[in-house]
């Protein structure tokens, strides 16, 4: 399918501006920071989703506080959890861009969702943000009573590098021990830093470059051999087995396209459950976009019935 007219008028005009590889460290930073600011604004959709209530705060991080915001559903509870993992590129983002994504997801999934304010890169480098979501799983489920949610049915899901945190705790929940996750939700996740999956080739100049994220990579990994733990690169970790089912959300004109498929392909083949959904027309970061593309609402629907599945909850 051709890239979505929306997409391609801004291709075509050059209205997607982002860090250029090139620049010096201070500046590549204020770029995609500020670009990220911008995004705020396009991400709010028309929608405003009934909550019973919202409510920010902090909770212990294995180095300092970490900023969360909790959204809970109308209903009796108690409530499932979904742990969701901001995406941003491991050096920008944060909680209110993704604002509207979780009150659709607590309204669809009818479940409580916490948003992780995990710390970025490169003032704490890898694998610092990934500790703050392990810590985070951990303490919703040790403190669910407290928000009258079910500590038995915690999910994690995340967007871009949110959704490669996510993969990448779910092995780290299997391997270290932890709450068991009953699903994970992935929309379009980076799944190898090795950046070598064809879709990196074919997709270069859709908004983003190969150079581009292998400059967010050095900001991020400690060194280059960091590439290759899988807990960086969740496609390279050798055993997949025992982890929860999952959802990847994928589109059609990304550069991370491939990552997401041959990822959910790997999970099958280990026995994991798997739906890979792809969403034609659609860029990276198109779940963000509902207030000018239908398909961001259809792809925060899917998911909402995936999780309300996972929680054996029933369809609305």
């Not at 991400?43 to 920010?56: C, G, H, W």
């Not at 506080?65 to 979904?82: H, K, Q, S």
């Not at 949610?149 to 779910?170: K, M, P």
């Not at 967010?216 to 050798?238: F, G, K, T, V």
């Amino acid at each position: 399918m051709p890239l979505d007219p929306y997409f391609q008028a801004l291709l075509d005009q050059r209205q997607i501006s982002a860090a250029h590889p090139q620049q010096d460290t201070e500046l590549f930073l204020f770029t995609a920071r500020a670009k990220a600011k911008k995004d705020e604004a396009l991400a709010q959709s028309s929608r405003t989703e009934p909550l019973a209530r919202v409510e920010d705060r902090t909770i212990p991080g294995p180095d300092e506080a970490i900023a969360v915001r909790i959204y809970i559903p109308e209903g009796e509870g108690p409530f499932p959890i979904l742990v969701y993992l901001h995406g941003g590129g491991w050096i920008s983002g944060n909680i209110n861009l993704f604002d509207h994504v979780c009150r659709s997801l607590c309204h669809g999934a009818q479940c409580l969702v916490m948003s992780v304010g995990y710390r970025l890169a490169p003032e704490i480098k890898f694998p610092g943000g990934l500790e703050d979501c392990y810590a985070s799983i951990c303490w919703i489920a040790e403190n669910a009573e407290l928000f009258n949610a079910d500590s038995e049915r915690i999910a994690v899901g995340g967007d871009s590098a949110g959704g490669n945190l996510a993969a990448a705790v779910t092995q780290i929940i299997r391997d270290l021990g932890g709450p068991a996750l009953a699903f994970q939700l992935l929309f379009y996740p980076l799944c190898d830093f090795r950046l070598s999956a064809p879709s990196w080739e074919e997709l270069e100049h859709y908004f983003s470059s190969r150079a581009t994220i292998a400059r967010i990579r050095e900001l991020y990994l400690n060194n280059e051999a960091e590439q290759l733990n899988p807990y960086a690169s969740p496609l390279l970790a050798e055993d997949l087995s025992d982890l929860p089912p999952a959802l990847i959300i994928i589109p059609e004109y990304d550069q991370l396209r491939d990552d997401g498929t041959l990822y959910g392909q790997k999970l099958q083949a280990a026995g994991v459950p798997v739906h890979i959904s792809h969403y034609a027309g659609m860029i990276h970061g198109f779940m963000s976009m509902g207030a000018v593309v239908p398909q961001a609402q259809q792809a925060l629907s899917e998911a909402s019935a995936a999780l309300r599945t996972a929680f054996a909850i029933p369809t609305l």
